[in-house]
């Protein structure tokens, strides 16, 4: 089955590191993705990761990627008051096509 | 390069009226997914479309929604008649060829059903 399922709230301060979670249950992801959602915009891709690679860094973003346990994890470091947002957790399947399935979405509030 | 346009952004409506959403998606991109979002929910895919033929409506309800890319580039989602659970953001995206490429979101047309 697809499901993707994270975590509804994080609440960090400001200059603090975040860390959003997700567990995703289809196998057969291709790519994970991070995805950023601010009031009143669409979702804007943060960052990826092939399901062959453990770990990517880019700037202030680590991703982990355990394929064992399908567990996904975004960390922010240096959490600015601008990084408040809802951040989405994508896996892409291939059922023939391939397909993003989204979770719920964390809503991460950063506290100057 | 301009990003994916959406139009309305809000719409209000009475259930059993109808309504229609307009998307322009980055200009070269073949590929265009219309998404719904409930409030508290991740984006679901409604339709996606390669070019102006459909890859997949598995998750659109025939009964009340229609979608159309007609040349190949813009593309219009209907809802005839709305029910209150139609509630949410649709949002538009593109992709340039819909297959591991990124996906380029608008900034939603949210719908309030009455």
């Known amino acids: 089955g697809e499901d993707v399922e994270q975590s509804l709230f994080l609440s960090v301060r400001e200059g603090d590191s975040s860390v959003i979670n997700c567990t995703y249950t289809?196998?057969?992801?291709?790519?994970l993705y991070w995805y950023k959602q601010e009031p009143g915009a669409g979702l804007q891709l943060l960052t990826y990761?092939?399901?062959?690679?453990d770990m990517k860094q880019d700037q202030r973003l680590t991703v982990l990627l355990n394929k064992k346990d399908k567990h996904l994890s975004l960390r922010i470091a240096d959490t600015q008051t601008g990084d408040s947002a809802i951040y989405f957790c994508?896996?892409?399947?291939?059922?023939?096509?391939?397909?993003?399935?989204f979770g719920a979405g964390t809503r991460l509030f950063v506290k100057a | 390069e301009a990003g994916v346009a959406q139009s309305p952004r809000y719409k209000i409506i009475e259930k059993r009226q109808s309504v229609a959403f307009w998307c322009n998606p980055i200009?070269?991109?073949?590929?265009l997914y219309w998404y719904q979002q409930i409030l508290g929910q991740g984006p679901k895919l409604l339709i996606q479309?390669?070019?102006?033929?459909?890859?997949?409506d598995s998750q659109l309800p025939k009964d009340r929604f229609s979608a159309e890319r007609l040349k190949g580039v813009d593309s219009t989602l209907k809802i005839q008649p709305a029910k209150l659970e139609d509630s949410a953001v649709y949002l538009c995206?593109?992709?340039?060829?819909?297959?591991?490429?990124?996906?380029?979101f608008g900034p939603g047309t949210r719908l309030t059903v009455l």
């Open positions: 990761i092939f399901s062959n690679m």
């Open positions: 200009s070269g991109h073949a590929t």
């Open positions: 995206a593109s992709s340039f060829d819909g297959t591991l490429d990124t996906q380029y």
């Open positions: 479309f390669q070019n102006n033929g459909v890859v997949d």
């Open positions: 289809d196998s057969s992801s291709t790519y």
């Open positions: 994508a896996e892409v399947v291939n059922t023939g096509g391939f397909k993003t399935i």
